[in-house]
């Protein structure tokens, strides 16, 4: 390998170094120092004069004053890296100082005087400010000098390449400054627009506003969570008080005691043993049910079985879904379900007929019994009542058939078993297909050497969910964060032109955006309370294209300068 | 950290376990002139970067994306890179203090990911959705990777500025000039650099309608391209001394430390669009 280095450092090429990087700080402090003049005048003052003709001037002035040295010095190594590294330092400051703050903030932050300061030497809006332009356009230059000083011929076309292409790309990004702009047009389903809130500069503060020569129509709005993905999560919980203390359940179904914090996540993979870790406590999931329910089974002993807590196993299905549901004929407050919204009235059980159904049945109905529709299940005589609007019918109760709610088409239930005795029924957990729509697992912890227990997770923080070990600062608890998260915003968007015609739809999701006649549409805001709401920004930049290909000249420059197979062999660059 | 390691993966494990091999391997073969002792922490290095490719593939299947998204798995990424980058760096100039240097680099990292660890794998926002977080993310760390090495080499240089013989061949041994080695790394690098900056500014206009932001991420990216560019024309200065670029490279590096783990110490970061889940 080459070494290209030119190790020289004689006393006279120091001398020489640091002439030249003298007087290179000293064109760039002075270009610093005219245009800090220049700008505070422009902002400072109403009048003409001095907020227009004396910043011209000034900038002038610098330009006939220093177009000597300039020109002496612009191409030299000692400016390239000078004016280089003042764009660090001045890029630097503007991520250490807030930038565009409202005034009052920026004065409650840095203090009046501090402020004041900062304000002086544009350190608030350190990208906007003269000075750090300043050393953009002399940088330039000094790109543009030293690409022409250099010879155009194929070794050195990977150098102008590199050279010339952060001009282009300044050139782009001064057209879209000067003559684009960026907004927003705030829609709900249905609303078009043709006005944008333009954004200010570089910031997000909405400043004007202006019109597109077109308007945007939302059509539709929809945006999805990701799928869920359901974890084994162990938590600590940082006990404050008394370190054995029984930890209470908070409304999330965690340990109130102290704060939570998770230590782990784990797969559900079955039969898997775990260990907390610096514990001897073990676990490990026993199964896992995507869509958890009960399977029931009543043994054949029933009619031997005295009536002592007689019930009945309906699978109710309402409009949210379908589910198991036992109610007891003997149970206070377990034999009705009383839901006149989505089920049309009560329904109620009972093993013998109650008297206030007795009378209705003699045409005598309690006129309180009498308000509201009714559906009673009557255990020993088999039977369906309905009292719906004032008439009393019946039909057989059968195992396994649907019947309708009384004015509820499709919403019903059907009996799987009636029964005698609660302590004869037999339930099984069981899963109801794989869809994830009641997902709980069943877990067995135990310490070393010790008996396990079984416990039953479910998620989404119901109460009860999680289980405490006993003993110990942590807890297990099945959740999914993933679906949590937004997987994508999609806006369905139509261009209508003057007579309100639709040129053009498209579907615009986050780094798709349409593009239509130089103007793009992008899908940018959201309101997680508001589905009908969508955020489009608006772009319209000239120069993108032009930024574009900069950048495709510099990535081809570098290579080319770097590993061009006419580069100057062990060259410098 | 006990306890972060005790719950991360056993491939994580495995590639940690065989990169701080491959570390005493070089702190052995540091102070060992054998060829063999050149030989087996190269040798160790590479079945540790071939551990933790097998790493990367498999949380790109677990998580069902590129496993770029969290602080955790950029860190895994970047010991990545910088392995590879020191492997072809050490395979060509057949010096062994640039193994050990990145084996250093490649422990700490893999310690630092530790602290950082994901409990949960994160999913993709809207916004990182999209082909070109692959190439952009690529790019930087490639980039992020030959620069660290090229750090390592300007170390060595001030350390040793007279170079060292080569190890590894015997019979065809040479003087390493580590300056020389710095200014062929940082090329590369800058190359990566130049193309992630850019790949970055593309992808932004795309998602937020704006190449370029002044967000303090961008400009941090941008402050450690202009560096890394001021090398380059450092060089051209004839009296600038090999000492001095080194330091300049340094600089550079400490740069993209600060890029990659300081962002959450600027008063600016509220507003920043690029920021690593978990911490």
């Given at each position: 390998m080459a070494n290209v280095q030119n190790t020289n450092s004689s006393p006279k090429n120091n001398d020489y170094q640091t002439r030249g990087f003298r007087r290179v700080t000293g064109l760039l402090a002075a270009m610093v120092a005219f245009a800090l003049l220049a700008q505070n005048l422009h902002e400072g003052f109403s009048n003409v004069w001095l907020n227009t003709i004396a910043p011209l001037s000034i900038v002038l002035a610098y330009s006939i004053l220093f177009f000597k040295p300039l020109k002496r010095s612009i191409d030299t190594p000692y400016f390239a890296t000078l004016s280089l590294l003042c764009i660090a330092v001045g890029t630097a400051v503007g991520t250490f100082v807030t930038q565009n703050e409202l005034p009052t903030v920026f004065a409650q932050r840095y203090g009046e005087a501090g402020s004041s300061i900062l304000r002086f030497f544009q350190w608030d809006d350190v990208f906007h400010s003269w000075w750090f332009v300043g050393f953009f356009v002399l940088m330039a230059g000094s790109l543009l000098k030293s690409s022409w000083k250099k010879k155009f011929n194929r070794e050195n076309l990977g150098f102008h390449l590199a050279h010339l292409s952060p001009i282009i790309i300044l050139l782009g990004f001064w057209v879209d400054y000067f003559y684009g702009f960026r907004g927003i047009i705030q829609l709900e389903t249905g609303q078009s627009a043709n006005v944008v809130r333009v954004y200010n500069g570089s910031t997000n503060y909405i400043g004007d506003s202006t019109e597109i020569p077109f308007r945007i129509r939302l059509d539709h709005f929809e945006f999805e969570k990701h799928d869920p993905d359901y974890r084994i999560q162990v938590w600590r919980t940082i006990q404050e008080?008394?370190?054995?203390a029984q930890p209470t359940a908070d409304g999330h179904g965690h340990p109130a005691t102290g704060t939570p914090e998770i230590v782990a996540s784990m797969p559900l993979k079955e039969a898997k043993i775990r260990r907390i870790y610096g514990t001897d406590i073990y676990f490990r999931l026993n199964e896992f049910y995507p869509n958890f329910t009960f399977e029931y089974t009543y043994p054949e002993v029933n009619d031997t079985v005295e009536a002592k807590d007689p019930g009945v196993l309906l699978n109710v299905k309402t409009p949210f879904g379908q589910a198991d549901v036992n109610l007891f004929s003997n149970r206070p407050g377990r034999?009705?379900?009383?839901?006149e919204n989505h089920l049309g009235g009560w329904l109620e059980f009972y093993w013998e007929a109650p008297e206030n159904l007795t009378q209705a049945i003699n045409g005598q109905p309690d006129a309180k019994w009498a308000e509201v529709n009714r559906t009673i299940l009557v255990g020993t005589e088999e039977k369906i009542y309905y009292w719906v609007e004032g008439e009393l019918s019946s039909e057989p109760l059968q195992a396994d058939k649907f019947y309708d709610f009384p004015l509820r088409e499709g919403i019903g239930f059907t009996m799987k078993h009636l029964y005698?005795?609660?302590?004869?029924l037999l339930s099984t957990p069981v899963s109801d297909?794989?869809?994830?729509l009641n997902p709980v697992a069943k877990v067995e912890v135990w310490r070393k050497g010790g008996p396990g227990e079984e416990a039953y997770l479910y998620p989404?923080?119901?109460?009860?969910?999680t289980f405490q070990i006993e003993g110990a600062d942590y807890f297990l608890a099945l959740e999914s964060f993933?679906?949590?998260?937004?997987k994508y915003y999609r806006s369905e968007l139509s261009v209508l032109d003057e007579n309100d015609e639709v040129v053009m739809s498209q579907s615009v999701v986050v780094n798709e955006p349409m593009l239509h006649r130089g103007y793009r549409f992008y899908q940018s805001d959201y309101d997680p309370n508001n589905p009908n709401y969508s955020g489009i920004g608006v772009s319209h930049e000239p120069g993108l294209y032009v930024v574009y290909f900069g950048f495709t000249v510099l990535v081809l420059g570098c290579l080319m300068m770097f590993y061009g197979r006419y580069r100057k062999q062990g060259g410098l660059v | 950290m006990l306890e972060s390691l005790y719950y991360t993966s056993t491939l994580f494990k495995v590639t940690f376990f065989l990169y701080a091999l491959a570390l005493a391997g070089y702190i052995i073969g540091v102070f060992r002139k054998e060829k063999f002792w050149g030989n087996i922490p190269f040798a160790l290095f590479t079945i540790a970067f071939l551990a933790c490719t097998v790493l990367i593939v498999d949380r790109w299947i677990e998580a069902g994306?590129?496993?770029?998204?969290?602080f955790y798995e950029s860190l895994v990424f970047a010991a990545w890179t910088t392995s590879l980058i020191s492997l072809v760096v050490e395979y060509r100039f057949k010096v062994r203090l640039i193994g050990f240097m990145s084996a250093i680099g490649v422990v700490l990292i893999f310690l630092f990911a530790l602290t950082k660890r994901d409990v949960e794998i994160i999913a993709l926002p809207p916004a990182l959705q999209t082909w070109m977080f692959i190439p952009h993310v690529i790019s930087y760390f490639l980039a992020y990777g030959a620069l660290f090495v090229a750090g390592f080499t300007a170390i060595l240089y001030l350390a040793l500025p007279g170079g060292v013989t080569s190890h590894h061949t015997l019979g065809q041994q040479s003087r390493i000039d580590f300056s020389a080695a710095t200014y062929q790394i940082t090329k590369f690098g800058f190359l990566f650099l130049t193309a992630g900056l850019l790949l970055g500014a593309w992808w932004g206009q795309n998602a937020w309608?704006?190449?370029?932001?002044?967000d303090p991420k961008e400009n941090w990216a941008l402050i450690t391209w202009l560096i890394f560019a001021a090398y380059l024309h450092f060089r051209?200065?004839?009296?600038?001394s090999e000492k001095r670029l080194a330091w300049v490279v340094i600089i550079g590096v400490a740069a993209i430390v600060f890029t990659y783990l300081g962002?959450?110490?600027?008063?600016?970061?509220?507003?920043?669009?690029h920021v690593y889940s978990g911490d």
């Open positions: 008080a008394e370190p054995h034999n009705t379900i009383a839901d005698p005795d609660a302590a004869y297909g794989e869809e994830l989404g923080g119901r109460r009860g969910g993933r679906d949590m998260e937004t | 994306r590129p496993p770029f998204k969290s309608s704006n190449y370029w932001g002044w051209n200065i004839p009296s600038w962002m959450d110490y600027l008063p600016t970061a509220g507003d920043s669009l």
